[in-house]
C-alpha cells in the first residue's frame, strides 16, 4: 500500500496541470479571452505587430483599438482566483502586478494599425464561472520604446 502511494503522488501531482488545462478549454469565454489578447512568452515581445496579429487573430474590422497581453497564461488565469478552492465571480480585479502590453490603434487608412507597447496594469472581469473574460481598464505605468 506504502508502495502504491510513492507511485501514485508523483503521478497525481503531474496530472493536476492538465486537468486545470482541460477544465479551462470548456469554458468558452476563457477560451475566446485568451485567443484575442494572450501573446505567447515563446515569442520574443518586440516581434510582435498589431497589423499580423490582427489579421491572425480575426479581431472585429470596426475596433478601432484592440489590446494584447504578454504574460504567462497562467498568471491570467490567477487573477481571479481568490484562495485554493474559491474564486472572484462578476467582479473587476486589477492585477497586481504591471504586464507588458500591446495596445493596436487603427490608423486613418482604416486597414493598418499603429503599434503602442507598454508595462501597465489591468484590470481584468471575472466572469460568472470565475475565469477572466474581457479586460476593463488600463493604467500605462511605462512605454516601451522600440
Known sequence: MASSLKVLGPLLALLFPLCELFVHSQNLSWREFMKQHHLNTNWEFSKYRCNDLMRERDIPKDKN???????????????CIRNWRDRYRNVYIWGQYPFKTLKCYRKNNKSNYKDYKSYSYIEFHCSKNGYVDSIED???L???SR
Open 142 to 144: 511605462e512605454v516601451i
Open 138 to 140: 488600463m493604467r500605462v
Open 65 to 79: 483599438n484592440h489590446l494584447f497581453v504578454y504574460t504567462l497564461w497562467q498568471k491570467i488565469e490567477r487573477m
